[in-house]
Every structure is written in structure tokens, then in C-alpha cells.
Nanobody, 123 residues
Framework: QVQLIESGGGLVQAGDSLRLSCAASGRTLRFFTMGWFRQSPGKEREIVAFIMGDGITTHYSDSVKGRFTISRDNPKNMLYLQMNSLKPDDSGVYYC????????????????WGQGTQVTVSS
């Protein structure tokens, strides 16, 4: 069993930065693919970025590419999302996700989810 707890959300203005963190416990996550999803009111949950267990292979949605950076610290069982140049469209609840199968993270059918952290970007 894996527990994921997000933190770092908040209310910011457009153009500001935020850093989200996800603390994982229960298992060593170096063999897990991890990702960040977000869900805005009235919209489906969408993947923002994911990172493979090697900590090197990453992928970003087109909407955040060049502005967000996903990273992980395997010895500390931590996942991060550095968000720069935030826009009002980036608002939503951000969820940490993990699974041993990368394809399940990509499809959002992964086994493990955090409870979410709210990010609100005002214009």
C-alpha cells in the first residue's frame, strides 16, 4: 500500500510561481512512475506531467510545457512540481499519482492517489 500526501497549493496571482510536493510512504517508490494530475470545476481530471522511476524520463502536457517542471527525490520518497508563470487556467485541484505500470499513470487508472491540493490563480 502507498500513501500520497500533497502540499504546497494556495492562492496566487497570474505570473507567480508555486511548488507542489507529494510525500509518499508505505513503499520505496523508485520502481513507480509518478505523476501530477489536475481537475478544474466542470472539467475532467487531466494529466499534467509524469516522471519515470529513473527520475530522468519525463513528459508534460502541452498546456504546461516550458512552465512546469516535475522532479522526484527517490531516497526521500518525494515528488515535486515546480510551476512558473502561472495562469488562471492552471487553477484546480492537483493530485499526486503513482503506479508501477507507467501506462496506468498515463491513462489515469493508477492504483494510488493523493487527496489533492487546491491551486487558485487569480488574474
Amino acid at each position: 500500500q502507498v500513501q500520497l500526501i500533497e502540499s504546497g497549493g494556495g492562492l496566487v496571482q497570474a505570473g507567480d510561481s508555486l511548488r507542489l510536493s507529494c510525500a509518499a510512504s508505505g513503499r520505496t517508490l523508485r520502481f513507480f512512475t509518478m505523476g501530477w494530475f489536475r481537475q478544474s470545476p466542470g472539467k475532467e481530471r487531466e494529466i499534467v506531467a509524469f516522471i519515470m522511476g529513473d527520475g530522468i524520463t519525463t513528459h508534460y502536457s502541452d498546456s504546461v510545457k516550458g512552465r512546469f517542471t516535475i522532479s522526484r527525490d527517490n531516497p526521500k520518497n518525494m515528488l515535486y512540481l515546480q510551476m512558473n508563470s502561472l495562469k488562471p487556467d492552471d487553477s484546480g485541484v492537483y493530485y499526486c499519482a503513482a503506479d508501477r505500470d507507467p501506462s496506468r499513470v498515463i491513462k489515469g487508472t493508477n492504483d494510488y492517489w493523493g487527496q489533492g491540493t487546491q491551486v487558485t490563480v487569480s488574474s
